[in-house]
Nanobody, 123 residues
């Protein structure tokens, strides 16, 4: 499976960005999908997860109430709407497939990372 994230950029604090991830998986609808991020010098962090039909979502505490994950199975895409961004959100953002059963919030549950997209928030 190949995943390609896009939509990153540089914004000021309080701004918004919408990230998108395109998947080439023929059975995309069978996968739970997630967004994770990694800031310089820090470990990869869980951001959000969405189940196969979009009915259920999970969010990391740092982004809850500001970010929204969604998916379009007909287009094989997953998106992340990010509002009220702050400098702590600066990171490379990756989309991933849930491959393992370490728990929703455990980054070890996810794999098939594609090339990430850089998000930089200036103060």
């Amino acid at each position: 499976v190949q995943l390609q994230a896009s939509g990153g950029g540089t914004v000021q604090a309080g701004g918004s960005l919408n990230l998108s991830c395109a998947a080439n998986a023929y059975n995309f609808i069978s996968y739970a999908m997630a967004w994770l991020r990694q800031a310089p010098g820090k470990e990869r962090e869980f951001v959000a997860r969405i189940n196969w039909n979009g009915a259920t979502t999970w969010y990391g505490d740092a982004v809850k109430g500001r970010f929204t994950i969604s998916r379009d199975n007909s287009r094989k895409t997953v998106s992340l709407q990010m509002n009220d961004l702050n400098p702590d959100d600066t990171a490379i953002y990756y989309c991933a497939i849930e491959r393992y059963n370490w728990g929703v919030y455990d980054v070890r549950s996810y794999g098939d990372y594609g090339q990430g997209t850089q998000v930089t928030v200036s103060s």
